[in-house]
Nanobody, 124 residues
Framework: QVQLAEFGGGLVQAGGSLRLSCAASGRTLLRYAMGWFRQAPGKEREFVAAISWNGGVTYYADSVKGRFTISRDNAKNTVYLQMNSLKPEDTAVYYC?????????????????WGQGTQVTVSS
């Protein structure tokens, strides 16, 4: 079992930045690809970014490409999402997820473990 916990959410003005962290326990993340997803009120959960097991391959949703950066530190069992140039439409609960595979994908159904989420609110 892998337990995931997200940190770093909060309230920020449009144009600002936040850095989310996802700390894992219970098992090393070295075997897992990791993803970030988000869910806004009344909307389905959507893919944000993913990173391969060793950090060598990253994927981004078009809506965040060029603004968000996913990274990982396997020694610390932690994954990060640096979010810059935030927009009000980025407001959502952000979740990290682990996939028992070396490479990440966009489908939430393909991830095996999920955190509880952290709220990000961007004011205009």
């Amino acid at each position: 079992q892998v337990q995931l916990a997200e940190f770093g959410g909060g309230l920020v003005q449009a144009g600002g930045s936040l850095r989310l962290s996802c700390a894992a326990s219970g098992r090393t993340l070295l075997r897992y690809a990791m993803g970030w997803f988000r869910q806004a009120p009344g909307k389905e959960r959507e893919f944000v970014a993913a990173i391969s097991w060793n950090g060598g391959v990253t994927y981004y949703a078009d809506s965040v490409k060029g603004r968000f950066t996913i990274s990982r530190d396997n020694a610390k069992n932690t994954v990060y999402l640096q979010m810059n140039s935030l927009k009000p439409e980025d407001t959502a609960v952000y979740y990290c997820a682990a996939r028992n595979n070396r490479y990440g994908v966009e489908s939430a159904h393909d991830y095996d473990y999920w955190g509880q989420g952290t709220q990000v609110t961007v004011s205009s």
